[in-house]
């Protein structure tokens, strides 16, 4: 399995223009979790889905931030407008429910600057 | 906000020596699982124990779980210079959806 895949790796844009993030999870996992980490804040949970519907999104900073999953197989984490304050390592993760280890994934990390 | 704090915040070692990083956390739990991190790079599992384990051993690693005292210990045992990452705790509730609350990490080098 290739694990869970995002992209960009890296991407730097101006304030005030629109960011996208994307996830592929791993095949078969039905879980899908959103991070932030920051040197400040840690890593923080962002939001995560259970058989692609949100479960609980109480980590999103405000409403620039949204995240969707249309499928098993894709996310999608959105900032608009990008603010310099939003730069970041922005994570994604996936797990199995069925498994007794109760494993994330994670993927590489999309590195998000905001000028 | 964040429920394991580890300590200490970085550790700095000789390849051979072992490492401990201590975890501690607030709340009721289900499991407690060690992730490390390599500079650059997602977050990778380590280990789990489970509220009901106080020790599990994983190759070169062991871990210990007092739930009476919330916390937990990582043990690295004979140290290599590829061994050097943060290491970040992780707790999952018992009311979790798989849900885990990572705590700020320990920065190990080993220097050969």
């Known amino acids: 399995d290739a694990g869970v895949i995002q992209s960009p790796r890296h991407e730097v844009t101006e304030m005030g223009q629109e960011v996208t993030l994307r996830c592929k999870p791993i095949s078969g996992h039905d879980y899908l979790f959103w991070y932030r980490q920051t040197m400040m804040r840690g890593l923080e949970l962002l939001i995560y889905?259970?058989?692609?519907?949100?479960?609980?999104d109480s980590g999103m900073p405000e409403d620039r931030f949204s995240a969707k999953m249309p499928n098993a197989s894709f996310s999608t984490l959105k900032i608009q407008p990008s603010e310099p304050r939003d730069s970041a390592v922005y994570f994604c993760a996936s797990r199995y429910s069925g498994r007794e280890e109760e494993t994330q994934y994670f993927g590489p990390g999309t590195r998000l600057l905001v000028l | 906000s964040q429920q394991g704090e580890e300590d200490p915040q970085a550790l700095s070692i000789q390849e051979g020596e072992n490492a401990t990083m201590n975890c501690s956390y607030k709340?009721?739990?289900?499991?407690l699982q060690w992730y490390r991190q390599n500079s650059g790079r997602g977050l990778v599992h380590l280990i789990l124990?489970?509220?009901?384990?106080r020790e599990k051993h994983s190759g070169r690693l062991r871990v210990t779980l007092d739930t009476s005292k919330k916390s937990s210990s990582l043990l690295i045992t004979a140290s290599r210079a590829a061994d050097t990452a943060s290491y970040f705790c992780?707790?999952?509730?018992?009311?979790?959806?798989?849900?885990?609350?990572f705590g700020a990490g320990t920065q190990v080098v080993v220097t050969p």
């Open positions: 709340t009721s739990i289900n499991n």
């Open positions: 992780a707790t999952g509730g018992t009311d979790s959806w798989g849900k885990l609350q």
């Open positions: 889905f259970n058989n692609n519907v949100p479960i609980d």
């Open positions: 124990i489970r509220s009901n384990e």
